[in-house]
Structure formats: C-alpha cells, structure tokens
Antibody, heavy 115, light 108 residues
C-alpha cells in the first residue's frame, strides 16, 4: 500500500533552520517526481517545490527560493525539505506529494515559526 | 507565473443539486495539465481530476472535469452530503505550479 509520512515539524524561532522528512512506502521515489505543498492556517494551498523524477531538476516558489532546498535519499526512500532562515510567514502544514496524476499525498506536518 | 482564479468563492447548495465550479488561468495551461482537489477540514487534499478531465482512481463518476486552454470546470452532477468541502484547482504544466484560491461548497 502506498504511503507518505511526513515528520520533522515543530516550533522554531525566526531565522533558524528545520529539516522535514517524507518517508515513502509501497513504491520507489525514483518512479515519480515529488512536490512539497504547504497550507498556512486557515488559508489555501501553496506549491513550494518540485523535484524531478530523475532527481536532477529542482524548482522552487519565489517565496522560498534561496532558503529552501529539496533532496531525496533513494536508499532510504525518503524525501527531504531543508528550510533555512525561516520566517513567520513560513508557518504552515507542509505536505509531500508525488507527481500530480498519481494523487499520493502525506498527512502533513505542522511548522510554526515564532519567537 | 500562471494565476488561477476560482469562482465563486463560496457556494451554498443542497444535496441532490448539480454544481459547476470555475477555474480561469491567466495564461494557457500547458498540455491541459490542470487538476482538481477536494479538501475537508483537518485532511490532506484528495485528487479528483487530472489532465483537466481524467478522474482519479476511486473518484465517483458524478465528478467530471472539462475545459481547455485557460478555462476549466469541475461539475458535480448530483451533490451527496460527503461532497461538501473546499475545492482547489492546480496547474502543473508550468513551474511554478500554482493553485487557485479555492471554492468552498457548503450545505444550504
């Protein structure tokens, strides 16, 4: 059964860093491109980043460009989102998802950036 | 960046009614790579439609997607009580991939 499980969320001070993980099971990450999508409390969905199927291409939303970095470890079948210089406006539930047509999403992990 | 504008913002309807949601793009969506999601409170989004008109696995056939280019629709032919939620469109043909602001469908 296909499953995506995010972890690593929590409360962090502005300017600090955090790394989110997304453990995949039931399929190999190398079979799909992967996205991170976030949702601020009470707000809509915001696309954050895309990692191509072959892992060579990475794309970011302007709001996180230069601060966030996506990567994966195929041996662990895990996707990562390294978030640096966090800002209060980065507060959100972060979801990992496979390529759109597959429809696989995790349950999300909450990141709160606050002093 | 392709901006997606969904309308209306909120709809109040009754079970059994038919509804059509709109999603308009500021530029042509490449390859009609347009998806629709349903999201209920406290849950992750659920994929309903991809490629503008292809239903995802397990999605009831009362849900249908249409349109091309810049104008897209999601139609629910006969609303069931479990259909009331927030619906989002997303274009994934051009990066940055973008979402519409959402349409809330509430029970009248």
């Amino acid at each position: 059964q296909v499953q995506l499980v995010e972890s690593g969320g929590g409360v962090v001070q502005p300017g600090r860093s955090l790394r989110l993980s997304c453990a995949a099971s039931g399929f190999s990450l190398s079979d799909y491109s992967q996205h991170w999508v976030r949702q601020a409390p009470g707000k809509g969905l915001e696309w954050v980043t895309l990692l191509s199927k072959d892992g060579r291409s990475k794309y970011y939303a302007d709001s996180v460009e230069g601060r966030f970095s996506v990567s994966r470890d195929i041996s662990k079948n895990t996707l990562y989102l390294e978030m640096n210089n966090l800002k209060p406006e980065d507060t959100a539930v972060y979801y990992c998802a496979t390529q759109v047509a597959s429809g696989y999403w995790g349950q999300g992990t909450l990141v709160t950036v606050s002093s | 960046e392709i901006i997606l504008t969904q309308s209306p913002g909120t709809l109040s309807l009754s079970p059994g009614q038919r509804v059509t949601l709109s999603c308009k793009a500021s530029q042509t969506v490449s390859n009609n790579y347009l998806a629709w999601y349903q999201q209920k409170p406290g849950q992750a989004p659920r994929l309903l439609i991809y490629g503008a008109s292809t239903r995802a696995t397990g999605v009831p056939d009362r849900f249908s997607g249409g349109g091309s280019g810049t104008d897209f629709t999601l139609t629910i032919s006969r609303l069931e009580p479990e259909d009331f939620a927030v619906f989002y469109c997303q274009q994934y043909g051009t990066v940055p991939c973008t979402f519409g602001q959402g349409t809330k469908l509430e029970i009248k």
